[in-house]
């Protein structure tokens, strides 16, 4: 699987955007950018997906760069409940459900 | 909908032993994946579970099992318990022809002393 990198923490304050980077500079074609995130004490949760265009969905929306090498989780306006640990996952269709996770991003949200 | 659940929610083991996992998936989905998830870690791939086989493996030792029953729930097994073994197992759900994303239940807490 190809490798992603994230920042290992971010800061923001609650009702401002927030942008999460992601480079994945070896994506292949085939591979989908997958987000998900973590609450304290629970499972993983799916955010959003894409493969070359933006998306946008009820909790946000994905920017991804025109050489696929990088993309942007945005939050529109960040709350304390969005306060979690941010997963960005490439997922190649021939893998299956198969989610290989990084250490992703460590995101507070100050009051 | 229940979502996927997952029992017990907390296990304490000492190392040598034995521990079965359960996980009932979503409603509507066929397919389980067991996932390990050490402190300060993101989830590690276990393995998945499909008809009743196991589909895909990731780099665990074999004394991790599964099973998958008719009802699609499913069960980890893990023997001969390690330290190492102390983590989160998670258990996550999606259907398999629609290559869905997958649901994760809350997971099962082991402690390995």
């Known amino acids: 699987d190809a490798k992603t990198t994230q920042p290992n923490s971010m800061e923001s304050n609650e009702e401002e955007p927030v942008h999460l980077p992601c480079n994945h500079s070896?994506?292949?074609?085939?591979?989908?950018i997958h987000w998900y995130r973590q609450l304290p004490s629970q499972g993983p949760e799916y955010v959003i997906h894409g493969l070359t265009s933006n998306v946008n969905n009820r909790m946000a929306s994905l920017a991804i760069a025109e050489d696929r090498k990088s993309s942007t989780l945005i939050l529109h306006r960040a709350t304390l409940r969005d306060a979690a640990v941010y997963y960005c996952i490439l997922r190649r269709e021939t893998s299956g459900s198969r989610l290989t996770f990084g250490e992703g991003t460590q995101l507070t949200v100050n009051p | 909908d229940a979502g996927v659940t997952q029992s017990p929610t907390h296990l304490i083991k000492t190392r040598g032993q034995q521990v079965t996992l359960r996980c009932s998936p979503k409603s509507g989905h066929d397919t389980v994946s067991w996932y390990q998830q050490a402190l300060g870690q993101g989830p590690q791939f276990i393995f998945q579970?499909?008809?009743?086989?196991?589909?895909q493996r990731g780099n665990f030792p074999d004394r991790f099992s599964g099973h998958q029953f008719p009802n699609y729930s499913s069960e980890l097994n893990v023997n001969a318990l390690l330290l190492g073994d102390s983590a989160l197992y998670l258990c996550?759900?999606?259907?398999?022809?629609?290559?869905?994303?997958?649901?994760f239940g809350p997971g099962t807490r082991l402690l390995v002393l």
């Open positions: 579970y499909y008809e009743e086989e196991e589909r």
């Open positions: 996550a759900s999606s259907r398999r022809r629609a290559r869905e994303t997958q649901y």
């Open positions: 070896t994506i292949s074609g085939t591979d989908y």
